[in-house]
């Protein structure tokens, strides 16, 4: 079973950037599409960026497209959110997951991914 861990989450002013790092373990996430999701509390979770297993094909949510990266490095086992031009409003805590099913399709549900990190936290001050 593979097990996923996110980090680079914390405090940043609105404009300003961050990276969030996704490292697994357990087995390898090569082959597999991966995704990000984001949740405020007493909302669902909402997706934010997916990316096959090539890193060839990626998708995003319209709130982050032009502003959030996703990308991975399958020889370290690991996912990446490069997340630019901040706003408050992408406060959240931020998940990685692992799609379940091997083929690419851009999948914004979060029943559609098995595997979740513990979360690392993103706050953006105005």
């Known amino acids: 079973q593979v097990q996923l861990v996110e980090s680079g989450g914390g405090l940043v002013q609105a404009g300003g950037s961050l990276r969030l790092s996704c490292a697994a373990s357990?087995?390898?996430?090569?082959?597999?599409?991966m995704g990000w999701f984001r949740q405020v509390p007493g909302k669902e979770r909402e997706f934010v960026a997916s990316?096959?297993?090539?890193?060839?094909?990626?998708n995003y949510a319209d709130s982050v497209k032009g502003r959030f990266t996703i990308s991975r490095d399958n020889a370290k086992n690991t996912v990446y959110l490069q997340m630019h031009s901040l706003k408050p409003e992408d406060t959240a805590v931020y998940y990685c997951?692992?799609?379940?099913?091997?083929?690419?399709?851009?999948?914004?549900?979060?029943?559609?991914?098995?595997?979740w990190g513990q979360g690392t936290q993103v706050t953006v001050s105005s």
């Open positions: 357990g087995r390898t996430i090569s082959a597999y599409p």
């Open positions: 990316i096959n297993w090539s890193g060839a094909s990626t």
């Open positions: 997951a692992a799609d379940k099913h091997p083929t690419w399709v851009p999948r914004t549900r979060p029943e559609d991914y098995d595997v």
